[in-house]
């Protein structure tokens, strides 16, 4: 059975140094994954390989059993890929209602002006409208981003990835900076989403991605060097020994 998204042998290299190496792993459909590991374990490395940031120098991308090896993140984009990013990336002039109606398909087809055309593209409009509403930002639709709270802002970006209408979502250290509230608010709206979207999240978190994710891949030192679901790897003796997952 081929499988929804694939990692197959990724490498990476930045000159001398080897940062992936031989990395695989599948995504089943509607499935949360995630990918853990220290920091400078590599797993941001192979955030881009798989988004098309950075092509691999090795190995091979798969999604739907087609090859997207090296694809473009536009390319990819495209496909009904979408993601967040660790760092925010909004538009802080905008209002969150312009911000998502600016990553609809409608609006990407038309290449509508935001302050002008797209306040008439009813479709894109909706479905801006209900991304929003899915993170909890109905009723801030006129805030301007820049004015929102930070796990506001987390969650704006979320709403941007959303409005896509994608089928895979890559999220990149959403808990980044977020209290025990935007903890759990982004716990829910992963709940919330499950089976509707297929997730892959790297996250430092690992009391967070083990309570969320279907299966989670351990990187260390460039390579998956354990694999399985939650429960599988707090049984697994070096993840035991690390605390990942504790």
């Not at 920091?39 to 798969?62: I, Q, Y």
């Not at 290449?111 to 509403?133: C, H, N, Q, T």
């Not at 796990?151 to 709403?159: F, K, T």
């Not at 990835?161 to 977020?178: I, S």
């Amino acid at each position: 059975m081929t499988a929804f998204f694939a990692a197959q042998g990724l490498a990476k290299r930045f000159g001398d140094r080897l940062v992936l190496q031989d990395v695989s792993f599948e995504l089943a459909e509607g499935e949360v994954h995630g990918i853990i590991g220290p920091n400078g374990a590599g797993k941001t490395t192979c955030f881009h390989v798989l988004t098309g940031k950075h092509k691999p120098d090795g190995g091979r991308v798969t999604f739907r059993g087609r090859d997207i090896t090296g694809f473009a993140p536009k390319e990819i984009a495209r496909l009904g890929i979408a993601r967040s990013f660790q760092l925010m990336n909004l538009f802080d002039d905008y209002s969150a209602l312009e911000n998502a109606v600016v990553a609809t398909r409608e609006f990407r087809a038309r290449a509508f002006d935001v302050l002008g055309a797209a306040a008439s593209a009813k479709a894109a409009i909706e479905r801006a409208e209900a991304a929003l509403a899915d993170v909890g930002l109905a009723g801030k639709e006129g805030v301007k981003a820049k004015s929102l709270s930070y796990g506001d802002r987390r969650a704006l970006e979320i709403a941007v990835a959303l409005a896509a209408d994608p089928c895979l979502l890559f999220l990149d250290e959403p808990t980044a900076g977020l209290g025990a509230e935007g903890l759990e608010r982004l716990s829910a709206l992963i709940r919330k989403l499950r089976g509707r979207v297929t997730m892959l999240i790297i996250e430092h978190d690992m009391r967070f991605l083990f309570g969320l994710a279907d299966r989670v891949s351990v990187v260390h030192w460039g390579q998956v060097i354990a694999r399985g679901t939650p429960a599988e790897l707090r049984a697994n003796p070096w993840v035991a020994r690390s605390g990942l997952g504790s």
